[in-house]
């Protein structure tokens, strides 16, 4: 009998040892911590006590945007997979992972019924490509979805990752829509600006019937 694919779940902002136990708890395959600029910043000096607070075979994942090679080798040295969410041309982010995979994103800003431009992509050798929401200036954290047909093309083609305005609510349509490698959410499962267990239970959840009817 198959099984059915199963959508790998990013929780962001872990920004204390409490938040990694809650994301580890509600099931996450992965736990994004913030360097960059964001209400979930976590100071570099903090980044390995979070680290160690990750078990075994939850991913590591590190969200810089537009910084210095030094904040690279930090995360690096701390077993973080890196994540480029600003405008890193190919050749920063190559360099600043050192020989590893990486995450890229790219800020939709297309109009629904139209397809990303998928040549974008190209130079990105070793990147796993994250598409999430362009509000203005914001890069990410905006609550905001993106219109999905959008990249519906590139997810049919390679695995890719969707954030931007994805909740309990929605997030298993998305999954339908583009059976996407993974799924990203930092604000939607957050009350008051705090990370909510019951929220981040039910996105799993919801990922995980999406999955089952797939």
């Not at 609550?143 to 990249?151: E, I, S, T």
């Not at 009350?191 to 999406?210: L, T």
Request: hydrophobic share 45%.
């Amino acid at each position: 009998m198959n099984q059915p694919r199963r959508t790998r779940v990013k929780i962001c902002g872990m920004a204390s040892v409490r938040d990694v136990a809650l994301g580890v708890e509600a099931g996450a395959d992965a736990l994004g911590v913030i360097v960059a600029a964001s209400p979930r910043r976590v100071p570099l000096e903090r980044v390995a006590e979070l680290a160690a607070a990750i078990p075994p075979f939850v991913a590591k994942v590190g969200v810089m945007a537009n910084q210095e090679d030094a904040v690279a080798a930090k995360l690096r040295a701390a077993g973080f997979t890196l994540q480029f969410s600003g405008e890193e041309p190919a050749a920063a982010c190559e360099r600043m992972a050192a020989g590893a995979n990486y995450v890229k994103t790219f800020h939709v800003t297309a109009a629904p019924g139209e397809q990303f431009d998928e040549v974008t992509l190209a130079p990105y050798a070793r990147a796993l490509c994250l598409f999430d929401s362009r509000v203005g200036d914001a890069r990410g954290g905006t609550g905001v979805a993106f219109a999905w047909d959008v990249v519906k093309e590139v997810a049919a083609r390679r695995p890719i990752v969707v954030s931007g305005g994805l909740t309990p609510e929605n997030v298993g349509a998305c999954v339908r829509a583009l059976r996407p490698f993974a799924v990203d959410v930092r604000s939607g499962v957050e009350s008051s600006g705090e990370k909510d267990p019951d929220k981040m239970r039910a996105f799993v959840r919801a990922v995980r019937e999406a999955d089952a009817e797939a």
